[in-house]
């Protein structure tokens, strides 16, 4: 039997708590040795009769760990007897990685309210078991003077609980106290210092006011105000029609929404991300948000938890405070450089954010946003040996890394279209980079020729002799989903297809590298390009370029001029690009039924026909398909002709009858649509004999759509999938551009 030997532990294990667990371990045990970080490994010392019995019980782990391997090998230098310790930490092999940032633990709660507790209200308290992690990391191995946390040094009484073996702050690299850690204060808009006493009850006097104010967290500012104030704040930050994300009180959530047992663990789960629930009342909180559906989620930090016993008010909305697809807003200066006449107060800390993180966003357990607690994501997955990098595509974009058998994928990056995305980009490829000590052999990117990321992706492999792999943006959805043969179906907004149209409704066939598109939703002109997903009107006379649809424009204000460029445009098909996305379709339908006839934000006019659509009752209509160049393809001018011809009956319906009877049309349209697309991926699984059905894209998110899908596939007797793990929409997009490049590598010379 065993007594002594060199442990190495590869995986998630710093930043976990890992190295007090083993000590724990070994003085329990009798084991006599030493514990110390190498990069991101772990190696473990060690000696004595209970030596087995020490190795089972460190290969299970702590509660945030997750461990990939553990090596015994024979010791390299003698171990002696007589106690056990933890070591300096010392580079090596960069196997592994840190964990997401997680939300502060029940155990830490409860000091920040006992009141014999040294960390009562205390704003930064945390442990080994919960608290910020990636967001304060400058390098690997994870101490405390690579984080922003070293500007911090401890006090007396946290250095005696950091080398306490019984305490659950054993080296808690984050440990800190009102004496020694970050500070908070509150500043006015001129950087003025407002003397309050207890900056986080005066924040919460403040907002019960009426106030404004903007808020430092663990990885960004927040803008938080009460109910009472949405609407000023969405006048002053531009965004009147925007939902906006609320932090609720835990006694009133189920006041406020429908809350299921699974939404129910998320919202209480280490990660806290937002989860997007049904309202009780539709109509309710329309403020806040005019959708059906409100994005809330629980305090994660002892500041919030501070913040809402403070408060009058049982809900806050807490809104990312930065322009949509922009990175967040982390320091002080940009913060109050950006925000001037947004907000009327800041409270802020002394915490440097080396990384930013923005909120993870879920809803009916699919990742809409991946981000804060979820990522950075680390995925076992073997795609050789190869290290690849997915840059993503141009919206909702985020990078993927692989290297040695692991997949990670960044946070939540933004939309890469404009030059401060881009460097955020960029400064994630080098930060996580680093941390995983990646050198690139392959670099993926979005088969659009003009996205800035795709030009990124060419400068890159230029600089680092990488091969370039360009991945078609909807058979990186599917290869997101299962590497497995498969027909995929792939329902988003937009997508740089095969022939340079715009897809976004499309099915394939096959396996990961031989995706082939067999089947479609029906093309149609999209007229002045991005003018018409802003004014889906313009998508509306495209499907529809009739007499009748020319009047219910002019009636909704479209003068003479406007309908004769519109119309010769649709007609000469000029500055008009062909598309098959089903974004655009919804966006129609939106505009149609008098929905939405501007979008304001990204999605807005099809999540818009959603809330209608929930609470009318949807009917079967008849479907037309036809085929084109070996694709079946679905007639959703056929779709838009039912539905306007159901909505000119609604014309002579007395106003509350016509509102449902609008809702109804909505569902009905959702519901059709839904079950067209499941007869083409139906009639494609039977015609190959493929039994296995794989669903992703923006469109995955409408609840209606998809458990349409799912219940006609199932219905077919065909096996249905969809990636829980990783969003379906376009943050999934670089992880699959990277499974794609690996079965690239791994295709035989001369394959097809």
Same mark, same amino acid.
């Given at each position: 039997?065993?007594?002594?030997?060199?442990?190495?532990?590869?995986?998630?294990?710093?930043?976990?708590?890992?190295?007090?667990?083993?000590?724990?371990?070994?003085?329990?045990?009798?084991?006599?040795?030493?514990?110390?970080?190498?990069?991101?490994?772990?190696?473990?010392?060690?000696?004595?009769?209970?030596?087995?019995?020490?190795?089972?019980?460190?290969?299970?782990?702590? %509660?945030?760990?997750?461990?990939?391997?553990?090596?015994?090998?024979?010791?390299?230098?003698?171990?002696?007897?007589?106690?056990?310790?933890?070591?300096?930490?010392?580079?090596?092999?960069?196997?592994?990685?840190?964990?997401?940032?997680?939300?502060?633990?029940?155990?830490?709660?409860?000091?920040?309210?006992?009141?014999?507790?040294?960390?009562?209200?205390?704003?930064?308290?945390?442990?080994?078991?919960?608290?910020?992690?990636?967001?304060?990391?400058?390098?690997?191995?994870?101490?405390?003077?690579?984080?922003?946390?070293?500007?911090?040094?401890?006090?007396?009484?946290?250095?005696?609980?950091?080398?306490?073996?019984?305490?659950?702050?054993?080296?808690?690299?984050?440990?800190?106290?009102?004496?020694?850690? %970050?500070?908070?204060?509150?500043?006015? %808009?001129?950087?003025?210092?407002?003397?309050?006493?207890?900056?986080?009850?005066?924040?919460?006097?403040?907002?019960?006011?009426?106030?404004?104010?903007?808020?430092?967290?663990?990885?960004?500012?927040?803008?938080?105000?009460?109910?009472?104030?949405?609407?000023?704040?969405?006048?002053?930050?531009?965004?009147?029609?925007?939902?906006?994300?609320?932090?609720?009180?835990?006694?009133?959530?189920?006041?406020?929404?429908?809350?299921?047992?699974?939404?129910?663990?998320?919202?209480?789960?280490?990660?806290?991300?937002?989860?997007?629930?049904?309202?009780?009342?539709?109509?309710?909180?329309?403020?806040?948000?005019?959708?059906?559906?409100?994005?809330?989620?629980?305090?994660?930090?002892?500041?919030?938890?501070?913040?809402?016993?403070?408060?009058?008010?049982?809900?806050?909305?807490?809104?990312?405070?930065?322009?949509?697809?922009?990175?967040?807003?982390?320091?002080?200066?940009?913060?109050?450089?950006?925000?001037?006449?947004?907000?009327?107060?800041?409270?802020?800390?002394?915490?440097?954010?080396?990384?930013?993180?923005?909120?993870?966003?879920?809803?009916?357990?699919?990742?809409?946003?991946?981000?804060?607690?979820?990522?950075?994501?680390?995925?076992?997955?073997?795609?050789?040996?190869?290290?690849?990098?997915?840059?993503?595509?141009?919206?909702?974009?985020?990078?993927?890394?692989?290297?040695?058998?692991?997949?990670?994928?960044?946070?939540?990056?933004?939309?890469?279209?404009?030059?401060?995305?881009?460097?955020?980009?960029?400064?994630?490829?080098?930060?996580?980079?680093?941390?995983?000590?990646?050198?690139?052999?392959?670099?993926?990117?979005?088969?659009?020729?003009?996205?800035?990321?795709?030009?990124?992706?060419?400068?890159?492999?230029?600089?680092?002799?990488?091969?370039?792999?360009?991945?078609?943006?909807?058979?990186?959805?599917?290869?997101?989903?299962?590497?497995?043969?498969?027909?995929?179906?792939?329902?988003?907004?937009?997508?740089?297809?095969?022939?340079?149209?715009?897809?976004?409704?499309?099915?394939?066939?096959?396996?990961?590298?031989?995706?082939?598109?067999?089947?479609?939703?029906?093309?149609?002109?999209? %007229?002045?390009?991005?003018?018409?997903?802003?004014?889906?009107?313009?998508?509306?006379?495209?499907?529809?370029?009739?007499?009748?649809?020319?009047?219910?424009?002019?009636?909704?204000?479209?003068?003479?001029?406007?309908?004769?460029?519109?119309?010769?445009?649709?007609?000469?098909?000029?500055?008009?690009?062909?598309?098959?996305?089903?974004?655009?379709?919804?966006?129609?339908?939106?505009?149609?039924?008098?929905?939405?006839?501007?979008?304001?934000?990204?999605?807005?006019?099809?999540?818009?026909?959603?809330?209608?659509?929930?609470?009318?009752?949807?009917?079967?209509?008849?479907?037309?398909?036809?085929?084109?160049?070996?694709?079946?393809?679905?007639?959703?001018?056929?779709?838009?002709?039912?539905?306007?011809?159901?909505?000119?009956?609604?014309?002579?319906?007395?106003?509350?009858?016509?509102?449902?009877?609008?809702?109804?049309?909505?569902?009905?349209?959702?519901?059709?649509?839904?079950?067209?697309?499941?007869?083409?991926?139906?009639?494609?699984?039977?015609?190959?004999?493929?039994?296995?059905?794989?669903?992703?894209?923006?469109?995955?998110?409408?609840?209606?759509?998809?458990?349409?899908?799912?219940?006609?596939?199932?219905?077919?007797?065909?096996?249905?999938?969809?990636?829980?793990?990783?969003?379906?929409?376009?943050?999934?997009?670089?992880?699959?551009?990277?499974?794609?490049?690996?079965?690239?590598?791994?295709?035989?010379?001369?394959?097809?």
């Amino acid at each position: 039997m065993r007594c002594s030997g060199r442990i190495i532990v590869r995986g998630v294990v710093q930043g976990v708590g890992f190295r007090p667990f083993v000590y724990a371990a070994a003085q329990d045990l009798g084991i006599s040795g030493r514990v110390t970080n190498l990069g991101s490994e772990v190696e473990i010392y060690a000696y004595g009769d209970n030596f087995e019995a020490f190795l089972e019980r460190v290969s299970h782990g702590t %509660p945030l760990s997750e461990i990939d391997s553990i090596e015994v090998l024979d010791a390299q230098e003698r171990v002696a007897r007589g106690g056990f310790t933890i070591a300096e930490s010392a580079d090596g092999s960069l196997t592994g990685f840190i964990p997401a940032d997680v939300a502060i633990c029940d155990e830490c709660v409860n000091d920040l309210f006992q009141p014999e507790s040294r960390y009562r209200n205390y704003w930064a308290t945390s442990c080994v078991n919960c608290g910020p992690r990636y967001s304060i990391i400058r390098t690997l191995p994870y101490d405390r003077e690579r984080t922003s946390m070293d500007l911090f040094p401890m006090c007396a009484e946290c250095r005696s609980e950091y080398t306490d073996p019984g305490c659950r702050r054993h080296h808690a690299q984050t440990i800190a106290c009102a004496s020694c850690g %970050p500070g908070l204060q509150i500043l006015d %808009p001129h950087g003025n210092a407002v003397e309050c006493g207890d900056p986080i009850r005066g924040t919460a006097e403040l907002l019960d006011h009426g106030a404004i104010i903007a808020i430092r967290g663990t990885g960004g500012f927040h803008i938080a105000c009460t109910e009472e104030s949405a609407d000023d704040l969405k006048r002053r930050l531009g965004r009147t029609e925007q939902p906006l994300a609320v932090m609720v009180h835990p006694d009133v959530i189920d006041t406020i929404a429908v809350v299921t047992d699974e939404e129910r663990q998320a919202l209480e789960s280490r990660v806290c991300p937002i989860v997007v629930l049904e309202k009780q009342d539709h109509l309710a909180h329309m403020a806040i948000s005019n959708l059906h559906t409100i994005g809330c989620m629980l305090p994660y930090t002892g500041l919030h938890h501070l913040l809402f016993h403070h408060l009058r008010e049982p809900l806050l909305v807490m809104t990312s405070a930065n322009i949509p697809g922009y990175p967040m807003i982390t320091d002080i200066d940009h913060a109050m450089a950006h925000l001037n006449g947004c907000v009327d107060y800041f409270l802020t800390h002394d915490r440097v954010i080396v990384n930013r993180i923005d909120d993870s966003v879920i809803r009916d357990g699919y990742i809409i946003r991946l981000s804060r607690g979820l990522s950075p994501r680390r995925v076992p997955i073997d795609l050789g040996s190869a290290c690849i990098l997915g840059v993503g595509p141009e919206r909702n974009s985020n990078i993927t890394i692989y290297r040695d058998g692991f997949c990670i994928t960044s946070p939540h990056i933004g939309n890469v279209r404009n030059p401060a995305t881009l460097a955020y980009l960029e400064e994630t490829v080098e930060k996580i980079g680093s941390l995983i000590g990646a050198g690139y052999d392959v670099i993926a990117h979005d088969a659009h020729p003009r996205f800035l990321s795709t030009r990124y992706a060419a400068s890159l492999a230029d600089e680092c002799g990488a091969a370039l792999v360009e991945v078609q943006h909807h058979r990186a959805h599917i290869a997101a989903t299962t590497q497995d043969e498969c027909i995929g179906i792939a329902i988003d907004g937009i997508g740089y297809g095969d022939d340079g149209a715009v897809w976004g409704g499309e099915v394939f066939a096959g396996e990961t590298t031989d995706l082939r598109r067999v089947a479609r939703l029906e093309y149609h002109l999209m %007229p002045g390009g991005d003018l018409a997903t802003e004014f889906p009107e313009r998508m509306l006379y495209a499907i529809l370029p009739t007499e009748g649809v020319r009047e219910l424009l002019a009636s909704r204000g479209w003068g003479d001029t406007e309908l004769g460029v519109l119309e010769r445009q649709v007609e000469r098909r000029f500055n008009a690009a062909w598309t098959s996305s089903t974004g655009r379709v919804l966006d129609a339908a939106s505009a149609m039924l008098g929905i939405c006839g501007r979008r304001t934000y990204d999605g807005e006019p099809a999540m818009r026909l959603e809330a209608r659509a929930a609470s009318g009752r949807a009917v079967p209509w008849d479907l037309e398909f036809t085929r084109d160049g070996g694709c079946e393809v679905l007639s959703t001018r056929a779709l838009c002709r039912e539905a306007l011809r159901r909505y000119e009956g609604v014309q002579v319906l007395h106003p509350d009858e016509a509102y449902h009877a609008i809702n109804s049309i909505a569902a009905s349209f959702q519901y059709n649509l839904a079950r067209g697309v499941s007869a083409l991926a139906i009639h494609a699984a039977e015609d190959r004999g493929i039994p296995r059905v794989a669903l992703s894209g923006g469109v995955v998110y409408n609840h209606a759509i998809r458990e349409t899908i799912r219940d006609e596939i199932m219905k077919a007797g065909l096996e249905f999938v969809i990636n829980r793990a990783c969003p379906p929409g376009d943050g999934g997009i670089s992880y699959g551009q990277c499974i794609y490049a690996g079965a690239m590598c791994h295709r035989p010379a001369g394959g097809d």
